[in-house]
């Protein structure tokens, strides 16, 4: 089972991974407005989405749950076998969490102007560093996608949308050409394609909130 | 295995409790290394080398190859050596491990610095209180075992060593009692078995010289008052 909402990147990161595996599961739309007793039962720590459920044993955190998908499910590896390029690949995906994903919702969703470049500085530098890292590969993880690449969606399927929305630069193919050439393969991969959300609903979602913040200026 | 085709380095600073979690992890299994102490306040060409994403230790370098951020370095020493498992076996029980030890990074060390090196007042106690939810989880979460990892410690014990060592100190030097066998009986008495284990007690840093560097840090924040 998985709890989960439409527009999340880190719900979409696990839906990656089930469909790799070809592992057939129940989704549960939750309502994060009015949460589930399912969802506080099975995440009371921090009663959010993404919550994997196997067997009634509860994992919620994203990058948590992908690595115990690949750990269950052993074909289509998602993290490499050798142990430093897995220690690589954890290192990135918590490096997109902890540097990406905060900044660029930031440099987005904030009303003071200073704070908003901030954000698009930090959030650029971020996209630097994994623009070094691709390197040559087609995807993070090599010749198919690996978990960097998993935890990468928000960069290629939620930035776009938000860049958008606000006016803002940050993922262009002139900054950033290897990377934003990943971005269209990444989501054009018929794994990923069929996982990610549907694109209006969830820029709807982001403009209504990105106007009201606007508005309330 | 050689050991003279092993090179392997960690850098680090003397009162880091990420770099102490590192420490214990070698220590478990037995791994010689050479440790270099780093100064963050001039930083090393080989720091900088080694870590240039965050410029910050530890950094674990194996080979030539370096592994910056503690817990990704403690998975990566269990995988390479195989003994003394540090993470358990059962999938289930492996993602319980790494949900907890990203639990006490993401809600324990933030807070619980904060609830002593704030200086605005009501700042601190929103710290304090967070600090005090946080540790009631982990409290809960330990039950009745010795240690987080069962009969002998593990992943999240490993990740805790902050709150073992590192908390009694701040509350003490902030005249806080915040982690006191009254509020956490359980996580009270796994933190004086933690750092009383063997491998442990070897892996801390000389009590003195740390607290004597974090009250130093603690009276200059209270005096730019």
Known sequence: MLLGILGSPFVCRVKIALKLKGVEYKYVEENL??????????????????????????????????????????????LPSEPYQRALARFWSKFIDDKVVG????????????????????????LQFLENELKDHKFFGGEEVGLVDIAGVFIAFWIPMIQEIAGLELLTSEKFPKLYKWSQEFVNHPVVKESLPPRDPVFGYFKGLYESLTASK
Do not use: C, G, M, Q
Not at 109 to 119: A, G, I, Q
């Open 33 to 78: 407005a009015d949460k589930s007793d399912l969802l506080l039962k099975y995440n009371p720590v921090y009663k959010k989405v993404p919550v994997f459920v196997h067997n009634e044993k509860p994992i919620p955190e994203s990058l948590v749950i992908v690595e115990y998908i690949d750990e269950t499910w052993k074909h289509n590896p998602i």
């Open 103 to 126: 900044a660029a919702v930031k440099a987005v969703l904030n009303v003071d102007v200073k704070e908003r470049e901030n954000n698009v500085k930090e959030t650029l530098e971020a």
